[in-house]
């Protein structure tokens, strides 16, 4: 593979397929968009099977500077970048099914827009150079703009407007802040920069500028409320997409920037992180309890999940980092399964409102049972996806500070109280609208959608080491990278001696 | 030595005789000629063009340092060439069609190419001014170019009034300057500022700074801006947006560098202020427009601002940065207007609400998509080519420790997004409004689409070559001047 550009590839394909969207009818642009996709899954795939694991840090490296002396044209991915690759790439397939019978008009630019996402949000991930991260990161908002106010619902132009500003907004200042970082490290390379040691004093204003960007894409409280906005408005594959991807990107951005670039400023607002995401765990569940609205339900538990995404990353610990990586990822498919999931009774009855289901483990018993799933991840049952990453993002967070950790805790307990009420409102009982009680159950195109994110929900809980492994290193070196200026928690957790057992050395070697 | 002085300004001579050959032709051939005169003035401006000195050496100055034909006045001359070209190409298939195109214009923009290259070349102040002058009288003209129009004859007498008045403070600095200092040669006018600023010369410099400000439009001085946009005929409005924006700036940038170099921390803070000003006022007043023209000329004022900050920064980078951000504005502007050039209703006539935009992309997607791209583009909005100027001039701001002014004049930037994105959101979310006419005129349709490409993510392609002629350009005015 080597000198190939397989990364570049996969960038343009998505864009190719977008421009031949434009040129055909609707029918042909969905099967475009749909071979476009899985043809981009089967690359990203590819792409799994030959990263090497334990391998170097950046691989696939690409650098071409064709854009005079200000940036480059590189691209790279280590494990981290990889599963959030993985992540897109195989979310997008379901949203173009997703919206196969949902969008009906002007559909060659729905999936264009779809594409051009595609290759943005992977264009992030694979970033290299900073301004070339920046340039995509915020992008985004073009492509996610139309979408929110074309295909939206209602009151569909002020969430879009509302979602744009609001972004725009944050990452503004994280570009100046990216402008000194350069003109003081002299250099725009990712890699460069996440060993530059930039000045103590500097480095609370730069985390700052970086956190109003990445609080806002994340979202964080007290800066999500474009979200819910957002997410109620947005058609459905629209909503896996932000809720899938975009918001990782807040999440990617503390992980490859705030942390590793500035540790003593991560180090010193730590508190400050770390009492976020415990009012957001708290407070947005509290919010999420008495929605009639089943988008917006979801939308704030999607705060309260990030907020788990905070606080591991946050705690400066290995497991919390691991742990805040596993909850985007199983958050990415379980509140894009979710969003599917009301998408699904939405385009039979076309309202979200709670109060007009009821009982559909009657008549739809096949979607009883995938919305059961989905909720047990959600919620974070052990055997599912959710739990692991939860788990461990609590534990990384109990070393930092017991208190968070307590009440982080009780999220899961309120995450549990809302996702049950709101199964036991749609599923049990009786219908409480006769259009309810007729619904058909699940096509095969729906099946289609759902097995896929279930399998590997099922997976990512019952062996996270697959999705563990080609990350662990990257995490070693980030956890190195910020030890010095770790601060000491209040746990005072010190290591037991467990006796080593051969299986130990067994495990490690792992599938990749 | 006069013919060497003759050969530096060989361009302007070009440009000046063809005008008068073609005032003749005018004379004689009438309107009928109009086409014909149109092709020949683009053909001129091509060629002058070539004739530039400073394109690949360092170029020369002439009649004893009073113009430059140097590297910066050729980078800001070839564009202007352009942006005067391709207006003109506009405007023949715009009035072209009602049998309307009167043989005086490519004349007047001729001649008003001619004082614009003056102003940039100027190295004295009296230079400038009569460079400045020639360029207004031809703009003047132009404003109210449908004499038959009352808004374009109120266009024309507003500017008129309030040019003149920004022309006389200029004069009033330029006499302050010259009392003080003892020179017009912005060298020698240097040299007399080194010995720190006397009170006298700080009110010379903040005249003459009023005045220009007034002629790039930047607030507090940008009240004409509106008026005349609105009022000109559409391909008049185009080419007042391009090159004489540029020509404006450039010539200020020549001024503040080479004349006052010395007092760079002075006029730093008046270029801070308005830079700042204008950002937020060509915002805010833009979110209320219902006239597209209104609505480009606030557009104007708000870009301006921006590319002050990088005039702020007082450093080759910023300079060149000041350069860049202009070219680019330049090309998404007119884009914009070539767009604003296809809204006729079925009648054949112009409309300029942006209420009969709604729903563009249903009627006409192409014209709709591009309109798209400027409007993102002029928000600067990645990955549009038009978030990489704003880039270079933050960047520029950043690198002269002027961290805090990119970062309030990037905050402001968001507002400016707002008008811009509802300018998206009429034509691609509301539902369609009566069509336009559909346009038969290729030469505009190319124009469009390059500059609709030009500004695309292939723009970035052009990051490179661009960069470096405008450091060259920048870095002609610190190393003759400073």
Same mark, same amino acid.
């Given at each position: 593979?080597?000198?190939?550009?397989?990364?570049?590839?996969?960038?343009?394909?998505?864009?190719?397929?977008?421009?031949?969207?434009?040129?055909?009818n609707?029918?042909?642009?969905?099967?475009?968009?749909?071979?476009?996709?899985?043809?981009?899954?089967?690359?990203?795939?590819?792409?799994?099977?030959?990263?090497?694991?334990?391998?170097?840090?950046?691989?696939?490296?690409?650098?071409?500077?064709?854009?005079?002396?200000?940036?480059?044209?590189?691209?790279?991915?280590?494990?981290?970048?990889?599963?959030?690759?993985?992540?897109?790439?195989?979310?997008?397939?379901?949203?173009?099914?997703?919206?196969?019978?949902?969008?009906?008009?002007?559909?060659?630019?729905?999936m264009a827009?779809?594409?051009?996402?595609?290759?943005?949000?992977l264009?992030?991930?694979?970033?290299?150079?900073?301004?070339?991260?920046?340039?995509?990161?915020?992008?985004?908002?073009?492509?996610?703009?139309?979408?929110?106010?074309?295909?939206?619902?209602?009151?569909?132009?002020?969430?879009?407007?509302?979602?744009?500003?609001?972004?725009?907004?944050?990452s503004?200042?994280?570009?100046?802040?990216?402008?000194?970082?350069?003109?003081?490290?002299?250099?725009?390379?990712?890699?460069?920069l996440?060993?530059t040691?930039?000045?103590?004093?500097?480095?609370?204003?730069?985390?700052l500028?970086?956190?109003?960007s990445?609080?806002?894409?994340?979202?964080?409280?007290?800066?999500?409320?474009?979200?819910?906005?957002?997410?109620?408005?947005?058609?459905?594959?629209?909503?896996?997409?932000?809720?899938?991807?975009?918001?990782?990107?807040?999440?990617?951005?503390?992980?490859?920037?705030?942390?590793?670039?500035?540790?003593?400023?991560?180090?010193?607002?730590?508190?400050?992180?770390?009492?976020?995401?415990?009012?957001?765990?708290?407070?947005?569940?509290?919010?999420?309890?008495?929605?009639?609205?089943?988008?917006?339900?979801?939308?704030?538990?999607?705060?309260?999940?990030?907020?788990?995404?905070?606080?591991?990353?946050?705690?400066?610990?290995?497991?919390?980092?691991?742990?805040?990586?596993?909850v985007?990822?199983?958050?990415?498919l379980?509140?894009g399964a979710?969003?599917?999931?009301v998408?699904?009774?939405?385009?039979?009855?076309?309202?979200?409102?709670?109060a007009?289901?009821?009982?559909?483990?009657?008549?739809?018993?096949?979607?009883?049972?995938?919305f059961?799933?989905?909720?047990?991840?959600?919620?974070?049952?052990?055997?599912?996806?959710?739990?692991?990453?939860?788990?461990?993002?609590?534990?990384?967070?109990?070393?930092?500070?017991?208190?968070?950790?307590?009440?982080l805790?009780?999220?899961?307990?309120?995450?549990?109280?809302?996702?049950?009420?709101?199964?036991?409102?749609?599923?049990?009982g009786?219908?409480?609208?006769?259009?309810?009680?007729?619904?058909?159950?699940?096509?095969?195109?729906?099946w289609?959608?759902?097995?896929?994110?279930?399998?590997?929900?099922?997976?990512?809980?019952?062996?996270?080491?697959?999705?563990?492994?080609?990350?662990?290193?990257d995490?070693?070196?980030?956890?190195?990278?910020?030890?010095?200026?770790?601060?000491?928690?209040?746990?005072?957790?010190?290591p037991?001696?467990?006796?080593?057992?051969?299986?130990?050395?067994?495990?490690?070697?792992?599938?990749? | 030595?006069?013919?060497?002085?003759?050969?530096?300004v060989?361009?302007?001579?070009?440009?000046?005789?063809?005008?008068?050959?073609?005032?003749?032709?005018?004379?004689?051939?009438?309107?009928?000629?109009?086409?014909?005169?149109?092709?020949?003035?683009?053909?001129?401006?091509?060629?002058?063009?070539?004739?530039?000195p400073?394109?690949?050496?360092?170029?020369?100055?002439a009649?004893?340092?009073?113009?430059?034909?140097?590297?910066?006045?050729?980078?800001?001359?070839?564009?202007?060439?352009?942006?005067?070209?391709?207006?003109?190409?506009?405007?023949?298939?715009?009035?072209?069609r009602?049998?309307?195109?009167?043989?005086?214009?490519?004349?007047?923009?001729?001649?008003?190419?001619?004082?614009?290259?003056?102003?940039?070349?100027?190295?004295?102040?009296?230079?400038?001014?009569?460079?400045?002058?020639?360029?207004?009288?031809?703009?003047?003209?132009?404003?109210?170019?449908?004499?038959?129009d009352?808004?374009?004859?109120?266009?024309?007498?507003?500017?008129?009034?309030?040019?003149?008045?920004?022309s006389?403070?200029?004069?009033?600095?330029?006499?302050?300057?010259?009392?003080?200092?003892?020179?017009?040669?912005?060298?020698?006018?240097?040299?007399?500022?080194?010995?720190?600023?006397?009170?006298?010369?700080?009110?010379?410099?903040?005249?003459?700074?009023?005045?220009?400000?007034?002629?790039?439009?930047?607030?507090?001085?940008?009240?004409?801006?509106?008026?005349?946009y609105?009022?000109?005929?559409?391909?008049?409005?185009?080419?007042?947006?391009?090159?004489?924006?540029?020509?404006?700036?450039?010539?200020?940038?020549?001024?503040?560098?080479?004349?006052?170099?010395?007092?760079?921390?002075?006029?730093?803070?008046?270029?801070?202020?308005?830079?700042?000003?204008?950002?937020?006022?060509?915002?805010?007043?833009?979110?209320?427009?219902?006239?597209?023209?209104?609505?480009?000329?606030?557009?104007?004022?708000?870009?301006?601002?921006?590319?002050?900050?990088?005039?702020? !920064?007082? &450093?080759? *980078?910023? #300079?060149? =940065? @000041? /350069?860049?951000?202009?070219?680019?504005?330049i $090309?998404?502007?007119? +884009?914009?207007?070539?767009?604003?050039?296809?809204?006729?209703?079925?009648?054949?006539?112009?409309?300029?609400?942006?209420?009969s935009?709604?729903?563009?992309?249903?009627?006409?997607?192409?014209?709709?998509?591009?309109?798209?791209?400027?409007?993102?583009s002029?928000?600067?909005?990645?990955?549009?080519?038009?978030?990489?100027?704003?880039?270079?001039?933050?960047?520029?701001?950043?690198?002269?420790?002027?961290?805090?002014?990119?970062?309030?004049?990037?905050?402001?930037?968001?507002?400016?997004?707002?008008?811009?994105?509802?300018?998206?959101?009429?034509?691609?979310?509301?539902?369609?409004?009566?069509?336009? !006419?559909? &346009?038969? *005129?290729? #030469?505009? =349709? @190319? /124009?469009?689409?390059?500059?609709?490409?030009? $500004?695309?993510?292939? +723009?970035?392609?052009?990051?490179?070559p661009?960069?470096?002629?405008?450091?060259?350009?920048?870095?002609t005015?610190?190393?003759?001047?400073?």
């Amino acid at each position: 593979m080597a000198g190939f550009p397989i990364l570049s590839v996969i960038l343009a394909l998505p864009v190719i397929g977008a421009v031949a969207c434009l040129l055909t009818n609707a029918k042909g642009a969905r099967w475009v968009a749909l071979i476009t996709t899985l043809v981009t899954f089967a690359l990203c795939i590819g792409l799994w099977l030959n990263f090497e694991v334990g391998g170097p840090q950046w691989q696939f490296a690409e650098n071409v500077p064709i854009f005079g002396r200000y940036f480059a044209w590189a691209l790279g991915i280590d494990g981290i970048a990889l599963m959030l690759i993985m992540l897109t790439a195989f979310l997008m397939p379901i949203c173009i099914a997703a919206s196969w019978e949902a969008i009906l008009n002007r559909v060659p630019e729905y999936m264009a827009c779809f594409l051009v996402m595609e290759t943005l949000m992977l264009g992030v991930f694979m970033a290299q150079d900073i301004f070339l991260f920046y340039v995509l990161f915020e992008s985004t908002l073009v492509p996610m703009y139309l979408i929110i106010g074309i295909w939206g619902g209602a009151d569909r132009i002020y969430a879009a407007y509302k979602f744009f500003l609001y972004t725009l907004l944050g990452s503004v200042l994280m570009l100046v802040a990216m402008l000194w970082m350069v003109n003081y490290a002299h250099t725009t390379s990712i890699p460069e920069l996440l060993v530059t040691d930039f000045p103590p004093e500097a480095q609370t204003l730069l985390f700052l500028a970086f956190l109003a960007s990445f609080a806002v894409k994340l979202p964080m409280w007290p800066v999500h409320t474009w979200l819910p906005d957002a997410h109620v408005q947005a058609p459905t594959a629209g909503s896996v997409i932000l809720a899938g991807v975009l918001l990782k990107l807040g999440g990617y951005g503390f992980v490859r920037f705030s942390l590793p670039m500035f540790p003593d400023a991560s180090a010193q607002l730590h508190w400050l992180m770390l009492g976020l995401a415990m009012v957001a765990v708290v407070y947005t569940s509290l919010v999420a309890l008495v929605q009639e609205d089943m988008k917006k339900l979801i939308a704030y538990s999607s705060v309260a999940h990030m907020a788990f995404v905070t606080a591991g990353v946050f705690s400066f610990s290995p497991q919390g980092i691991d742990g805040a990586l596993i909850v985007m990822l199983s958050h990415g498919l379980v509140s894009g399964a979710l969003f599917l999931i009301v998408g699904v009774v939405y385009d039979r009855m076309h309202t979200r409102e709670i109060a007009k289901y009821g009982g559909l483990a009657n008549n739809m018993p096949g979607y009883a049972l995938v919305f059961m799933l989905f909720t047990m991840a959600s919620v974070g049952l052990p055997g599912t996806s959710g739990f692991v990453g939860e788990f461990l993002a609590l534990v990384g967070s109990y070393q930092a500070s017991s208190w968070a950790a307590l009440v982080l805790t009780t999220g899961i307990i309120l995450g549990a109280a809302y996702m049950l009420l709101l199964y036991w409102q749609m599923a049990f009982g009786t219908a409480r609208t006769s259009e309810a009680a007729a619904m058909p159950d699940l096509s095969w195109r729906e099946w289609a959608m759902f097995a896929p994110i279930a399998a590997v929900v099922l997976w990512m809980g019952v062996y996270p080491e697959s999705f563990l492994a080609p990350m662990r290193d990257d995490v070693a070196v980030l956890v190195e990278r910020i030890a010095s200026s770790a601060p000491a928690g209040d746990a005072q957790v010190t290591p037991g001696h467990p006796a080593p057992s051969a299986a130990a050395a067994h495990e490690g070697e792992g599938t990749h | 030595m006069l013919a060497h002085d003759l050969f530096i300004v060989l361009p302007e001579e070009v440009l000046a005789l063809s005008g008068i050959v073609l005032m003749l032709v005018a004379a004689w051939a009438g309107d009928r000629a109009g086409k014909v005169a149109t092709w020949l003035a683009v053909l001129v401006l091509v060629a002058a063009a070539f004739l530039l000195p400073g394109i690949g050496d360092a170029g020369d100055t002439a009649f004893s340092g009073m113009f430059a034909g140097d590297s910066f006045a050729a980078f800001a001359k070839v564009v202007i060439y352009a942006a005067a070209g391709a207006s003109l190409l506009a405007a023949a298939g715009w009035f072209g069609r009602a049998g309307d195109l009167k043989v005086e214009l490519p004349v007047l923009v001729l001649f008003a190419a001619v004082g614009m290259g003056i102003m940039v070349s100027a190295t004295d102040l009296l230079t400038l001014y009569v460079g400045l002058e020639l360029q207004n009288l031809a703009l003047y003209v132009l404003a109210a170019f449908r004499r038959d129009d009352t808004r374009s004859a109120e266009a024309g007498l507003k500017y008129f009034v309030l040019s003149a008045l920004a022309s006389g403070l200029v004069l009033y600095g330029i006499s302050l300057l010259y009392g003080f200092t003892g020179s017009t040669l912005f060298g020698d006018v240097a040299a007399g500022l080194a010995d720190g600023l006397s009170t006298g010369e700080l009110f010379g410099l903040v005249f003459l700074l009023a005045g220009l400000a007034f002629k790039i439009s930047a607030v507090p001085f940008h009240m004409w801006a509106p008026d005349v946009y609105q009022g000109a005929p559409t391909p008049i409005t185009a080419f007042f947006a391009t090159a004489p924006k540029l020509a404006a700036m450039a010539m200020i940038a020549r001024v503040l560098v080479e004349a006052t170099g010395p007092a760079t921390e002075s006029w730093r803070q008046m270029i801070i202020f308005m830079a700042l000003a204008s950002t937020v006022l060509g915002g805010v007043a833009a979110i209320a427009q219902k006239n597209i023209k209104r609505l480009l000329a606030y557009s104007s004022i708000n870009n301006v601002g921006f590319a002050l900050v990088g005039l702020a !920064a007082g &450093t080759p *980078d910023g #300079v060149a =940065a @000041v /350069l860049f951000y202009m070219t680019v504005y330049i $090309v998404m502007t007119f +884009g914009a207007f070539l767009i604003v050039l296809r809204m006729r209703d079925q009648d054949g006539q112009p409309i300029e609400t942006i209420a009969s935009l709604a729903g563009l992309a249903r009627t006409r997607p192409w014209m709709a998509f591009g309109m798209m791209i400027f409007m993102f583009s002029l928000a600067g909005i990645p990955p549009l080519f038009g978030f990489w100027p704003k880039f270079v001039v933050f960047n520029a701001a950043v690198a002269a420790d002027l961290t805090w002014l990119a970062a309030v004049a990037i905050a402001t930037s968001v507002i400016s997004a707002f008008y811009y994105i509802m300018i998206v959101k009429t034509m691609f979310f509301d539902d369609p409004a009566p069509a336009y !006419a559909p &346009t038969r *005129d290729p #030469v505009t =349709a @190319v /124009l469009a689409v390059a500059a609709a490409l030009f $500004v695309s993510p292939l +723009g970035y392609l052009a990051i490179g070559p661009l960069d470096y002629a405008t450091t060259i350009a920048a870095d002609t005015l610190f190393t003759t001047g400073g």
